[in-house]
């Protein structure tokens, strides 16, 4: 099996945001798990960028959240995406789809191998 890979500057985001859309309110262990069972554990989450990268989201109006109770009895606070959100995470998904096309006509290109 590969080693975990980190995952790209400025993909966490929509990934966080994406992952609250689909799967309501998160608190963040959760979330990082979450994001890593849907890459089919090929990522890995550091919790030290995923906690402020929810400040940021946060503060910007992207996220919001409350306290509440873990699975597990334990105090956790939970995030859920708002409009603002769901509005960035549109616009952030059209120019990952842009980006990916762009990178493909490069992959595409015939010619010598490395």
Do not use: C
């Not at 603002?84 to 010619?111: H, P, T, Y």
């Amino acid at each position: 099996m590969s080693p975990k890979t980190e995952v790209w500057q400025g993909t966490l985001a929509l990934m966080v945001l994406k992952t609250l859309s689909a799967m309501g309110p998160q608190h963040g262990y959760g979330l990082a798990r979450r994001i890593e069972q849907t890459s089919e554990d090929a990522l890995s989450i550091n919790e030290g960028t995923l906690y402020p990268l929810l400040l940021k989201l946060e503060q910007e109006g992207a996220i919001e959240s409350e306290w509440g109770v873990s699975d597990n009895n334990r105090r956790a606070r939970f995030y859920r995406i708002t409009r603002a959100g769901l509005k960035q995470l549109n616009a952030e998904m059209s120019q990952w789809a842009q980006v990916n096309e762009i990178v493909d006509r490069f992959i595409a290109l015939k010619g010598e191998k490395a």
